[in-house]
T-cell receptor
Framework: KAGVTQTPRYLIKTRGQQVTLSCSPI?????VSWYQQTPGQGLQFLFE???????NKGNFPGRFSGRQFSNSRSEMNVSTLELGDSALYLC??????????????FGPGTRLTVL | AQSVAQPEDQVNVAEGNPLTVKCTYS??????LFWYVQYPNRGLQFLLK??????LVKGSYGFEAEFNKSQTSFHLKKPSALVSDSALYFC?????????????FGKGTKLSVKP
């Protein structure tokens, strides 16, 4: 099976702009989670989607949002970008079946630079 | 609150020697524990996980981890290190209860294996 794909791989934006990142999970996986990775804060959970519904959310401001489509592909959006949003954004997919503890498989990430 | 600690920022090992990367956790209830590895400019690769059962878990690339409930530890080990094992290693935990999407990661340990 193909792995998790994320597009684009690199992005450069300026403060105040908005950005949309895309993630295609492994075929058959219904859960998609997003994480932010920075040198200072490490890996932090943003949110998780399962069957088009947000199932869990981390401690990030409302500028960070996401959605999931019927084919399980997911997008995350960051509005009004700040310099501190510069990070590697990682998407992870898992089977997501309720009651199981699934392994999350990560994509290569999108490197966002805010100038 | 759930947390993971990786007490060593960096571990240096000579090729052929055994390696240990340490991880301790704090979680309410039974923990689900994971190890991931990250190579430069790449996403995270799953190595192994502990859910229940045998305290010694075997994973990918010859890695194994030992779960110790009394010491709340989940150390990653490999009998004979390779130069290609040099990378950033992350321990992660999720409580048995709660959403599947929320992994709590340690800060990471940089493993350097010298020839």
């Amino acid at each position: 099976k193909a792995g998790v794909t994320q597009t684009p791989r690199y992005l450069i934006k300026t403060r105040g702009q908005q950005v949309t990142l895309s993630c295609s999970p492994i075929s058959g996986h219904r859960s998609v989670s997003w994480y932010q990775q920075t040198p200072g804060q490490g890996l932090q959970f943003l949110f998780e989607y399962f069957s088009e519904t947000q199932r869990n959310k981390g401690n990030f401001p409302g500028r960070f949002s996401g959605r999931q489509f019927s084919n399980s592909r997911s997008e995350m959006n960051v509005s009004t970008l700040e310099l501190g949003d510069s990070a590697l954004y990682l998407c992870a997919s898992s089977d997501g079946t309720s009651g199981r503890v699934d392994t999350q498989y990560f994509g290569p990430g999108t490197r966002l630079t805010v100038l | 609150a759930q947390s993971v600690a990786q007490p060593e920022d960096q571990v240096n090992v000579a090729e052929g020697n055994p390696l240990t990367v340490k991880c301790t956790y704090s979680v309410s209830g039974n923990p689900y524990l994971f190890w991931y590895v990250q190579y430069p400019n790449r996403g995270l690769q799953f190595l192994l996980k502990y859910i229940t059962g045998d305290n010694l878990v075997k994973g990918s690339y010859g890695f194994e981890a030992e779960f110790n409930k009394s010491q709340t530890s989940f150390h990653l080990k490999k009998p004979s290190a390779l130069v290609s094992d040099s990378a950033l290693y992350f321990c992660a935990v999720r409580a048995a209860r709660g959403s599947q999407g929320n992994l709590i990661f340690g800060k990471g340990t940089k493993l350097s294996v010298k020839p």
